[in-house]
């Protein structure tokens, strides 16, 4: 053998594999959750303050229309005595009962939303927990989840 064979020159350079690597990964992804994080709050908030003001609004309009029921049920009362009194408990009790109804609705739409914001802050920490935990299939994850919008939305503009 001569020298030419054993003297072999590379260029180039190489990427260390190890935890510095796993580390800017770390970095990436966090940065990411953070930068994302703001958005998806602005969001929950946004659909918790929609229901919010859906309820405040309903409940208004739910008691203007009671009054205004009570009186027209009021003034047919005076008009058909004997078998009206009969009527107008019953209507009084429906509109009551209606009442109440929206009001538990809105109560419970107050309560889901409260619900969903709720899941949706565990939804987020989950997916971080996962992310930190699986860094590499996350981000594998990732670029096939944009692969496939892109396949699709390129599809589309035909």
Known sequence: MDNQDK????????TPIGST?????????????DKAQPAADK???????????LADKAQPAVDKAATTVHGTVDKLAEKVPAAADRLVGKAHETVDKVSDNVNNLSETLGQKAADLNVAYNRLAETGRSYVRKSPGVS??????????????????RH
Not at 144 to 156: D, T
């Open 21 to 33: 690597t796993r580390n800017e990964a770390h970095t990436t992804i966090d940065k990411l959750a």
């Open 7 to 14: 003297n072999t020159t590379a260029t180039g350079s190489v």
């Open 43 to 53: 969001t929950a908030a946004s659909v918790h303050s929609a229901v919010e003001k």
């Open 139 to 156: 981000v594998l994850v990732a670029l096939a989840a944009g692969y496939a919008v892109s396949k699709l939305l390129g599809s589309r």
